[in-house]
């Protein structure tokens, strides 16, 4: 089945087939997620177990899985455009579920930080998110995208919630016995549920090598690739230092850790939410940013000093959180709304890639301030980097509103055809794939003419049939 036959599917059968494809790689994608996240609030807690622990170690452990989905996830997005989607997935899925039974078993935080870098070494993310991209219609994408955004943020809470529960009642290797068994099910979601179809592979689905510097060098983008390379290194290096505090400094139990997560997480998501659909819905989208990124600093500041109030504490952590989900939310948008015409998967795959590095090297420089130089030293990093990718993220164009629209073509069409399209009410942008037989267009939803679209490629087709 061609990926047009998929498109046209999902219209006649949204029910059976692409809520299907969503629900089950949503759930695929949260089960996985949810095992990486669950190490977060507890490894800086309970490390003092492992041989050979240091905080930079453990700091180094906990963003080991960044590092190496930094080195493979663009190489993995390459060979599933040559392999399949599915032994890719599945081979992550078997390489990450092998990790969590290393870490599960390691007695030294070496091993440790072996297991970590196998469980990131499954770097499936971005290949699930093409095949997504495969299942779906073009009207239906950015539903199904939302609907992979929410199930990681549910995933976060849910994760920050029961790892402290899991860690109090068997340890940090209960948490790797969990990702081991999530990972399974993971395992077994794919190939029960995820529709199986051939598909040919389009370039805004994953990142084309030839387009990899052409796109990274793109100004806009690159404002965004530091600001997520920013927001996850500091959510990383708050993680090595906030569980400490909070039972240092606040005086909270750490088997108690997510009861205090839990309702400052989905109080600052429901805040969230308005936020982004005023971005959205109102094309508010650059204040609703640069406020955000204004709230991350805020907290960090605030959080640099230990406040030795708990309220005053939780306060400035409830700020971050808010800040954070608005980030995270609004980041990838902007992304595929900045990307050039048929470069979506080239800036998504380096927007990723920097993301996590940001983990990687947010846990490491993290445990390492911890190490030496203390706890506050690592909240007065998180916000200098917060002032200067607010400086950065300052001089940001106002981002056009544009979608991205891919258009099957005839085998036979007019030289001009691109320059027609072009001239369509509400089309920004065109490029013509030969080799794809596809049109690639960014479109503002709310102008664009879609029936002239429709009766210029109508009209191709009957010159082709004609002939």
């Not at 960044?66 to 997005?77: D, R, T, V, Y």
């Not at 997480?265 to 982004?276: E, G, S, W």
């Not at 659909?277 to 204040?287: P, Q, T």
């Amino acid at each position: 089945m061609s990926s047009s036959s998929v498109s046209s599917s999902a219209k006649l059968l949204p029910s059976v087939f692409e809520r299907r494809a969503i629900v089950s790689l949503a759930a695929l994608y949260s089960v996985r997620m949810l095992g990486l996240f669950m190490l977060l609030p507890v490894l800086s807690l309970y490390g003092a177990s492992y041989q050979q622990q240091t905080p930079f170690l453990l700091g180094v452990a906990m963003g080991a899985y960044g590092f190496s989905q930094a080195l493979l996830q663009i190489p993995f997005g390459v060979l599933s455009d040559r392999l399949g989607r599915r032994p890719l997935i599945i081979f992550g899925l078997i390489l990450f579920v092998g990790g969590s039974l290393v870490a599960a078993m390691a007695e030294s935080v070496y091993g440790l930080i072996l297991g970590r870098f196998l469980q990131g070494a499954g770097a499936i993310s971005a290949v699930v998110m093409a095949l997504l991209s495969d299942l779906t219609s073009d009207e239906n994408r950015s539903k199904a995208m939302a609907s992979i955004g929410a199930s990681m943020g549910l995933s976060f809470v849910v994760a920050m919630s029961l790892g402290p529960l899991l860690a109090a009642w068997g340890g940090v290797s209960s948490i790797f016995w969990a990702t081991a068994i999530l990972g399974s099910f993971g395992v077994v979601i794919f190939l029960v549920w995820v529709p199986k179809v051939e598909l040919i592979p389009k370039r805004d689905a994953l990142a084309v090598p030839q387009l990899i510097w052409f796109t990274f060098k793109h100004t806009e983008l690159l404002r965004l690739n530091l600001g997520i390379f920013v927001l996850h290194f500091v959510l990383m290096a708050n993680f090595v230092a906030l569980p400490l505090v909070m039972q240092d400094h606040w005086h909270i139990l750490r088997e108690h850790h997510g009861f205090i997560y839990l309702p400052l997480l989905l109080i600052a998501f429901a805040l969230a939410v308005p936020q982004i659909i005023i971005a959205e819905k109102k094309r508010k989208i650059r204040g609703v940013f640069l406020i955000a990124i204004g709230l991350v600093a805020l907290a960090e500041f605030w959080l640099m000093t230990l406040p030795s109030s708990r309220l005053l504490g939780l306060l400035a952590l409830f700020i971050f959180f808010l800040g954070f989900n608005v980030l995270e939310a609004t980041q990838p948008s902007l992304v595929s709304k900045i990307a050039p015409a048929g470069s979506k998967g080239t800036a998504t795959g380096i927007y990723a890639t920097c993301q996590v590095m940001g983990v990687f090297l947010g846990g490491s420089v993290g445990g390492w301030l911890v190490q030496y130089h203390g706890l506050n030293q690592v909240f007065l990093l998180g916000g200098l980097l917060s002032l200067i990718w607010l400086v950065v993220a300052w001089k940001m164009e106002p981002p056009r509103f544009l979608a991205s629209v891919l258009m099957p073509l005839p085998a036979e069409y007019s030289d001009d055809l691109a320059l027609r399209l072009a001239d369509v009410e509400g089309v920004a942008e065109v490029l013509i794939v030969p080799a794809e037989q596809t049109a690639y267009l960014k479109v503002d939803q709310q102008l664009v003419n879609r029936k002239a679209l429709a009766k210029i490629l109508d009209l191709e087709r009957d010159k082709t049939s004609i002939k």
